[in-house]
C-alpha cells in the first residue's frame, strides 16, 4: 500500500493546519488509520488513531485541541489541528493497519513518508 500525507507546512502558534493522508494499492479494509508524530532525539509518538468503527483516542498533548477523521470510501484519514503550540512542531507520520484480501487475512502496518508541521512566530 502506498500513502501520501500532505497538509503540512509552518504556522503560527494558536493556528490550525489539517493533515490529510491517502492509502492506495491493493487494500481489503483498513482496520486502524493514525498520526505520529516525531521529533529529533525522540521516539515517535501516537497523536491520534481511529477505528474502522469511528472509535478515536489521543494523545493527551492534543486532547481538545486535535479531531482526526476519515473517509472510508477514500482511504483517507486527517487529522485538524487548532490552536498549535511550538511543541507540536514535528515529523508528522501517517499509519496504517490494513488488510489485503480479506477479514482473516494478517493484519499489515504501513508508514507514510511523513510532512514537516513547524509552529513558529
Known amino acids: 500500500v502506498q500513502l501520501q500525507a500532505s497538509g503540512g507546512g509552518l504556522v503560527q502558534p494558536g493556528g490550525s493546519l489539517r493533515l490529510s493522508c491517502a492509502a492506495s494499492?491493493?487494500?481489503?479494509?483498513?482496520?486502524?488509520m493514525g498520526w505520529y508524530r516525531q521529533t529529533p532525539g525522540k521516539q515517535r509518538e501516537l497523536v491520534a488513531g481511529i477505528t474502522g468503527g469511528g472509535n478515536t483516542n489521543y494523545a493527551d498533548s492534543v486532547k481538545g485541541r486535535s479531531t482526526i477523521s476519515r473517509d472510508n470510501a477514500k482511504n483517507t484519514v486527517y487529522l485538524q489541528m487548532n490552536s498549535l503550540k511550538p511543541e507540536d512542531t514535528a515529523v508528522y507520520y501517517c499509519?496504517?493497519?490494513?488488510?489485503?484480501?480479506?477479514?482473516?487475512?494478517?493484519?499489515?502496518?504501513?508508514w507514510g513518508q511523513g510532512t514537516q508541521v513547524t509552529v513558529s512566530s
Open positions: 499509519n496504517v493497519l490494513y488488510r489485503r484480501f480479506s477479514w482473516s487475512g494478517t493484519a499489515i502496518s504501513s
Open positions: 494499492g491493493s487494500i481489503f479494509s483498513i482496520d486502524v
